[in-house]
């Protein structure tokens, strides 16, 4: 079992920055791959980015590319999304997840999840 307590959300201008960070707690939290995620009014959930247990391999969508990185600390417990020159598209509640087998982009296949931050950008 793996816990996950997102946090950092709040609301920004257009152009501005966050930090959201991600505790994970539980048994062998470190091992598992972990993801962020968003889901906005409307709109069907959409994959942001992942990361392995080990933090070498990491991976964005398009839509945030260059924008958002990904990361995380292991002697820390956390993964972290810093977002720069956000949009009012961004707009979302946005959730980290965990995997036990690996990353993926598929949301289906994570096997444990937060209950999200909202992040809301103004224009």
């Known amino acids: 079992q793996v816990q996950l307590v997102e946090s950092g959300g709040g609301m920004v201008q257009a152009g501005g920055s966050l930090r959201l960070s991600c505790a994970y707690s539980?048994?062998?939290?470190?091992?598992?791959?972990l993801g962020w995620f968003r889901h906005a009014p409307s709109k069907e959930r959409e994959f942001i980015a992942h990361?392995?247990?080990?933090?070498?391999?990491?991976y964005s969508a398009d839509s945030v590319r260059g924008r958002f990185t990904i990361s995380r600390d292991n002697a820390k417990n956390g993964v972290y999304l810093q977002m720069t020159s956000l949009k009012p598209e961004d707009t979302a509640v946005y959730y980290c997840?965990?995997?036990?087998?690996?990353?993926?982009?598929?949301?289906?296949?994570?096997?444990?999840w937060g209950r999200g931050t909202q992040v809301t950008v103004s224009s």
């Open positions: 539980g048994r062998s939290g470190d091992t598992y791959a």
């Open positions: 990361i392995s247990s080990n933090g070498r391999v990491k």
């Open positions: 997840a965990a995997r036990r087998l690996g990353v993926t982009t598929a949301a289906d296949l994570y096997d444990y």
